[in-house]
């Protein structure tokens, strides 16, 4: 069975968790919580400094990213993946990576309900200020980035 495409990104919550796939020495996926959608077709996320998954996509931009969140998102994201901050302002630690669809996949079905995503928190007060100040710093890039 084959998915439908989107024409546009979907909206989701703050601290969604998805899945970056990207590709090494072979497939590589990991949990991110900071994509912000910055417009139809953009995408941003921020990965520390030392993740495989930032060298990955250093060598090879093609990534995917899979959404499974509240309001029936359940959507898989192909693009080609670009580092915007290297470092980020607020911190030498993290990057800001942008993702320009070229695919937006739709796996929603009138047979089921995303209902909701991971459910998750922080358990520590300074992560979750970090955490915070992310989200607000890819915000003012996305801003820029749009501005361009």
């Not at 796939?21 to 991110?32: E, F, K, L």
């Not at 995917?64 to 309001?71: H, I, K, P, Q, Y």
Request: glycine share 8%; proline share 5%.
């Amino acid at each position: 069975m084959a998915f439908p495409d989107r024409a546009s990104l979907p909206h989701w919550a703050d601290g969604t968790v998805a899945i970056l796939s990207t590709v090494g020495d072979g497939p590589h996926a990991i949990p991110v919580s900071t994509g912000l959608r910055a417009g139809d077709e953009l995408l941003l996320i921020a990965l520390a400094a030392r993740r495989q998954s930032l060298a990955n996509l250093r060598v090879e931009p093609r990534v995917a990213v899979s959404f499974l969140a509240e309001g029936d998102v359940a959507v898989t994201v192909h693009g080609l993946a670009e580092v915007v901050a290297d470092p980020m302002e607020i911190s030498d630690k993290v990057c800001a990576v942008a993702i320009r669809t070229s695919r937006i996949q739709d796996h929603g079905q009138p047979r089921f309900v995303i209902e909701g995503g991971a459910d998750w928190s922080w358990t520590d007060d300074e992560a979750a200020e970090r955490d915070k100040a992310v989200r607000e710093e890819l915000g003012r890039i996305a801003a820029a980035l749009a501005a361009s």
